[in-house]
């Protein structure tokens, strides 16, 4: 089974469940609920109410749901995500809203979205940057947000010490081994995965001036064990030049 597959088959399976299991974690690891991480995020991104949003990597729709909920965004929300079955509770969840919204939900990969060059005023994009390839998605975020626009990424933060080889292996197999008898092999392989993804406060600094990113703003929210990983959220802004 190839990484991505992994990745499909783990959330295939999580989506019926997905946002009990998130905050149950989230509360575990950090002492947030998933609410309250997802508020966090949507209030550290300056948006107006005409602004056109995506949502990249959405899951099942949380964020465009709370964007709409909280009367922030009248313009267009679109989430994009790459597990048909995550889609489908999220249109679940907005059918549920009983009335018409402002979001459109897309299949597709967030390394090559389907979407034109400086479309987006904002883009969000909640725990997921640690399932993908970070060059590769700031590459296509830079590319889709129009010049001057927003970007806000929240996600776990890792330590410069996971690069040595033994911790490396010693957090990748306790992961494994964390999420496999909850979540089964797919879930326990796509997080143990992921591990390579995350990367440290400085790492994100440099890489998203690497894509021409301005304005970078790196904040470690807190939590409530020390020997959790920090989450962290990432503000910047897609030059003008
Ligand atoms: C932990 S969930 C986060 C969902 C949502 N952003 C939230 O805040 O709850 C990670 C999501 O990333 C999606 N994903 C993983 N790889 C992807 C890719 N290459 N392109 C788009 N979505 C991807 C998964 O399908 C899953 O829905």
Do not use: C
């Given at each position: 089974m190839s990484e991505k597959q992994a990745i499909i088959s783990a959330f295939t399976d999580l989506a019926p469940r997905y946002e009990k299991v998130v905050d149950g974690e989230l509360k575990r690891f950090w002492g947030w609920s998933y609410d309250g991480f997802i508020e966090n995020l949507i209030a550290m991104t300056?948006?107006?109410?005409?602004?056109?949003?995506?949502?990249?990597?959405?899951?099942?729709?949380?964020?465009?749901?709370?964007?709409?909920?909280?009367?922030?965004?009248k313009g267009q929300v679109v989430g994009l995500d790459i597990t048909q079955a995550m889609l489908k509770r999220g249109q679940q969840r907005i059918a549920a809203l009983g009335k018409p919204t402002c979001i459109a939900l897309t299949c597709g990969s967030a390394m090559a979205m389907p979407f034109k060059d400086n479309y987006f005023d904002v883009i969000l994009c909640g725990l997921a940057t640690h399932h993908l390839d970070v060059p590769v998605v700031l590459a296509e975020m830079r590319r889709i947000l129009k010049p001057g626009g927003r970007l806000t990424i929240a996600d776990v933060g890792g330590a410069a010490n996971w690069r040595l080889p033994g911790i490396r292996t010693l957090i990748r197999?306790?992961?494994?081994?964390?999420?496999?008898?909850?979540?089964?092999f797919a879930r326990a392989r796509s997080e143990a995965g992921a591990l390579s993804h995350v990367l440290t406060p400085e790492e994100w600094r440099t890489k998203?001036?690497?894509?021409?990113?301005?304005?970078?703003?790196?904040?470690?929210?807190?939590?409530?064990?020390?020997?959790?990983?920090?989450?962290?959220?990432?503000?910047?802004?897609?030059?003008?030049g």
């Open positions: 300056p948006m107006a109410e005409e602004d056109v949003v995506l949502d990249v990597a959405t899951g099942t729709s949380v964020i465009p749901i709370k964007l709409v909920e909280q009367g922030k965004i197999l306790g992961t494994f081994l964390y999420f496999w008898p909850k979540e089964g998203l001036a690497d894509y021409e990113f301005t304005q970078i703003d790196i904040t470690r929210l807190p939590k409530s064990h020390n020997w959790a990983p920090a989450p962290l959220v990432m503000a910047a802004r897609k030059g003008l």
